[in-house]
């Protein structure tokens, strides 16, 4: 194969280097394009733009694959936990004996916060959502740490990597227990990271908890598949914060912000409210889909499509099928679940759906397992949040400690007027 790609432009002829991945991913190299040239390249929505190069996780969206660092997700959602799972994103490997007991008594050790940040909750109103109030906290952590916040100095790096993963936990869980206006429960260091956070959500002071091991092992699930999935809307935020040497709480805070929006991580609510109101409704789902056909209407399918996954996102065919097994564990029925699977047979076999390759992605059966284990609607964005933790830290620290850290600065077209005068405000229409 040749190793650069000609480009033709008003009748010069330039040679762009060609880039290979290690699973054949192809790119041209355009980066002294305007330097060599004086055009840039033109990608709304950056849908064929590499942004960096990663060794931390590959997607084939045709062919519905994910791995992190090589591993299928599948497989490690049947056999890791969600400790190691991170562990691996983060650093690279999967961690030896030492290396995983030495990561465990860590995210342990750091999982309380500051006792003065619990004011911060009496400053939110009980109807807040959970995601405004992890968003600015997590940003307010960094308040906490003025000696760890340098990018670029790997011990401070490290420094920070147990404390933000176990602390935001905690951050979660006092967020929902401000919802329904309960006391926080302190973390117990004793339990596994899981098992940790399901208490602290829902046991209160005044009672002793066991935490069910069946609802232990289907969060740990949950966490690893949703722990990275390279360039998204989130991870790129997070991206693009760090690479103007922003810390790292200030940019995993941002990367909150961004999985917020229903487009991205916010749609597994947005989900679970849709299947409400087809219950509601009687149960059709031809109406939703004709719905979500209907280019009068702003409706979309919650859940389905997306832009890397040309066929079924691996992730949705995961959780689809733990929700009979978790369900069935747990003796719960839920007509939602029935509604889902409905709503997806016939969208998959609608030809709208089919030509333009729209599939269940990973929100559309997520919100019914959360709602299985007991976990309310508004926390579903948040517990993508917790779950996303690692693949945001194991980016930013790539891009700082091993990548090509060159700030985040895309070009533009302009389109607005060319000259204009100032206009005092006498003269104006
Ligand atoms: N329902 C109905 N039509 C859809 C849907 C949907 N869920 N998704 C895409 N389409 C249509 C678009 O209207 C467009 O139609 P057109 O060609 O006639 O104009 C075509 O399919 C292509 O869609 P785009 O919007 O161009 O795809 P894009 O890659 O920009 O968007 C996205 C992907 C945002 C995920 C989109 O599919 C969507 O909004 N889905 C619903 C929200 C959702 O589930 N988001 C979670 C994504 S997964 C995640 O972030 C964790």
Redesign the pocket.
């Known amino acids: 194969m040749a190793n650069t790609a000609e480009l033709i432009l008003e009748g010069k002829s330039y040679q762009l280097p060609l880039i290979v991945g290690s699973c054949e991913e192809k790119a041209i190299d355009i980066r002294k394009l305007r330097a060599d040239t004086g055009y840039i390249a033109f990608d709304s ?1 950056y ?1 064929n733009t590499g942004s960096c190069m990663s060794n931390i996780t590959f997607i084939d969206g045709e062919k519905g694959i994910l791995c992190y660092r090589g591993i299928p997700v599948a497989e490690l959602a049947e056999k890791s936990t969600f400790v190691e799972t991170s562990y691996l994103l983060i650093y690279g490997h999967l961690p030896n004996k030492t290396e995983l007991d030495n990561f465990s008594h860590q995210l342990r050790y750091h999982s309380m916060i500051h006792e003065d940040m619990l004011r911060f909750y009496d400053g939110y109103p009980s109807t807040a959502h959970p995601m405004a109030i992890l968003s600015s906290m997590v940003c307010s952590l960094s308040a906490y740490y003025p000696d760890s916040l340098d990018p670029k100095d790997p011990a401070q790096v490290d420094h920070l990597v147990p404390r933000v993963l176990s602390k935001i936990r905690t951050i979660a869980a006092y967020s929902y227990k401000k919802s329904i206006g309960q006391p926080v429960v302190y973390p117990q260091n004793a339990l596994s990271y899981c098992a940790n956070f399901l208490h602290m959500m829902f046991a209160v002071p005044s009672e002793t908890m066991e935490i069910d091991p069946d609802v232990t092992a289907a969060l740990n699930m949950l966490l690893i598949i949703h722990a990275d ?1 390279e360039q ?2 989130s991870t790129s935020t997070v991206r693009l914060v760090g690479s103007s040497d922003a810390n790292l709480f200030a940019s995993v805070a941002a990367g909150i912000c961004a999985l917020w929006g ?4 916010g ?1 597994n609510q ?2 679970m409210e849709m299947l409400e109101t087809i219950h509601k409704n009687g149960g059709d789902v031809n109406k939703a889909v004709a719905a ?2 209907d ?1 009068d209407s702003d409706f ?8 890397v996954y040309k066929s079924y ?1 691996p992730r949705a065919t995961i959780i689809r099928k733990n929700c009979d097994v978790i369900l069935g564990k747990l003796g719960k029925k839920d007509p939602l679940l029935e509604i889902a699977k409905r709503l997806e047979e016939v969208a998959l076999k609608d030809p ?2 089919r030509e ?1 390759n ?1 599939y269940p ?4 059966y997520s919100g019914v397992l959360y709602r299985a284990l007991g976990i309310p609607k508004n926390m579903y964005t948040v517990m ?1 949040s917790l779950g996303r933790l690692p693949g945001w830290i194991a980016h930013w620290r790539e891009m700082h400690l091993e990548g090509d850290d060159r700030i985040y600065r895309p070009r533009q077209i302009y389109n607005g007027p060319t000259t204009a005068n100032y206009v005092p405000i006498e003269g104006r229409k």
Request: hydrophobic content about 35%.
């Open positions: 929505g849908g999935h998204n809307c229903p487009k991205h991580g749609a947005a989900v979500a056909k280019k979309k399918l919650m859940g389905f499509g997306h832009r996102d709208y759906f333009r729209l992605n990973v929100d559309f993508f």
